[in-house]
């Protein structure tokens, strides 16, 4: 069977955008893969050098996780600091990771510019590690979004150049896996953008009815079309987009033909909107705060995640040390 390897940085809680960009497709592929996800929390050092109570934001992903649906009796769920395997690789990948390819990665470079007094080590190297994570399992699967198309490319570079150095067919090349043909972008609702945790336009998993409708009633929009059939503007693509993600698509043929014709009702569309939102979120929302109040649950899920994942990794860092010829343990 092969393998499928994801993670999310635990620097909050999940939104609209990481569920549809990834997680249900975490969700999927349990059903179909060797699955591995888990929690990146060596990553998240990378912009949260102190982290307040890290072990209470992996928790909190964890339980997300298992609230979206992803079960630990199909996929294996851990946290990326409980295998120390992967940090031994990562040592070997960043030896052939050179500073100029590092340099170029645009997150690096939008990092560079959002955190000028923490430019660090571990910014830069971060599609090492990110390679590191995938390889260790010999994933060929990678479900993220459309952002992480590049942090892809150096994962699949610094597997060849791990088979070129050492002359041996040893690493595949992983690839992004998406739903749809395309990879989906959830668009955030203040007028441009993605929808992202640092973009403060999030709707997040586990936020109740009341906020939830507050946030969309607020989103942007402009007076509406005066001539049949005109194009939208993204505020009101972004929309369109949203509604295209959660409603059914008579819901959406009806609001856009609304549009079409210059009828339409933004108030009433967001109202719709917020309730469809709240359909999805409500029974997961419910499910988050269960799972969260079973600590003993959440802890042996983790457990169970890391025995399975250092077992795989350690595999992985036996050959790969041998390879090397470093002595194999
Ligand atoms: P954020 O942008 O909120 O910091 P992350 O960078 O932690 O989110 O992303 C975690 C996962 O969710 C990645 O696979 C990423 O591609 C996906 N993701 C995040 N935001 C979106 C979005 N707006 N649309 C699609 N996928 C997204
Ligand atoms: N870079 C990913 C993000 O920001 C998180 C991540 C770390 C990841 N390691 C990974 C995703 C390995 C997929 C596979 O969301």
Known sequence: METVVSGIRPTGNLHLGNYFGAVKSFVKMQNEYNCYFFIADWHSLTTHPHPENIRRSVKTILAEYLACGIDPEKATIYIQSDVREVAELYLYLNMNAYLGELERVTSFKDKVRSQ?????????TYPSLMAADIIIHKAVKVPVGKDQEQNMEMARKFARRFNTI???EYFS???????SEKAVKVPGLDGSGKMGKSE???????DDEKTI???????VTDSGP?????????????L???MDIVSTPDTYAYFNDKY???????????KQLAEDINAFCTPIRERILEIAADEAYMEKVARMGAEKATESAAKTLREVREIIGFKAY
């Open 213 to 219: 409708r507050k946030k969309v009633m607020k989103a």
């Open 260 to 270: 079409n014709s210059c009828e339409i009702c933004y108030g009433d569309m967001k």
């Open 240 to 242: 369109f987009s949203l």
């Open 166 to 168: 050492y002359g041996i």
């Open 226 to 238: 005066t001539e049949p059939n005109s194009e939208k503007p993204e505020a009101i693509i972004n």
């Open 116 to 124: 000028p007094n923490n430019v660090n080590a571990g910014l830069l």
């Open 200 to 206: 403060g336009n999030a709707i997040y998993l586990v």
């Open 173 to 179: 090349e992983p690839a992004s896996f998406h739903l």
